[in-house]
């Protein structure tokens, strides 16, 4: 359901990459993932791709809370979390996207020399970074509601979704559609699976079980980096 709620939000968004695949087999430090692919290169985002993003991220919290309520939600969001606070955070101190305007908002730094702090830059008041925090949690916020609404007018599509991915583990996009529309996977045999007499092989096995012992706590959003740059 997790990652159902990532590729429904995906499909459902007023701007997004075609989602690519999705899998329940982990992967590394990830649970499963919903891959993004863009269909061209890209130099800069725009905001609506951007809160479409955000949106995106949450579609796996929000899925588990709709499914199994509150009191059963998982720490499988978590880098999910991270990354749209991220994002956020950009869209706020550099990029000029909040109701704080076209101004950047700079960290306090030490400047440091010969591994010694010389000097601490104060780039903004107290008060105006107590503005910045509430402009994150409002932005990140207004993307929770929206993925919220998506899932909860898509729930039928959630749960074919979710099956599928019991069933089949991994679901191409393509697949994610027929499932969506309520047809049949078929997938060609291996051939060398048609009969119990035909050809093996000698190489081992690199598929999906491979790495498989090595199971993370997170689940992985993929394609979503933490920080897009808008300029390179």
Known sequence: ???????????????????HK???IPRGRALGLVMQLPE????????EQMTSRLAI?????????????????????????????KLARAMVMRWGLSNLGPIAYGDNQEEVFLGHAVSRQQSMSESTAQKVDAEIRRIIEEA???????????????????????????????????????????RDEPEDMA??????????????GAGSGDRGRDRGLGGLEPEPQPGG
């Open 1 to 19: 359901y997790h990652e159902g709620g990532h590729a429904i939000v995906a499909l459902n968004v007023p701007a997004a990459d075609p989602v």
């Open 22 to 24: 999705a899998t329940i």
């Open 40 to 47: 061209r290169d890209q130099l800069s985002m725009s905001l």
């Open 57 to 85: 991220m949450m579609g796996g919290r929000i899925a588990e809370e709709i499914i199994f309520g509150k009191e059963k939600v998982t720490s499988g969001a978590s880098s999910d979390i991270d990354q749209a606070t």
């Open 144 to 186: 929770y509601a929206e993925a919220q609404r998506i899932l909860t007018e898509k729930l039928d599509d959630l749960h074919s979704l979710a099956n599928g991915l019991l069933e089949y583990e991994t679901l191409s996009g393509e697949e994610i559609l027929a499932v969506l529309r309520g047809e049949k996977i078929v």
């Open 195 to 208: 009969t119990p007499d035909g050809p093996t092989s000698s190489v081992p096995d690199s598929g999906e």
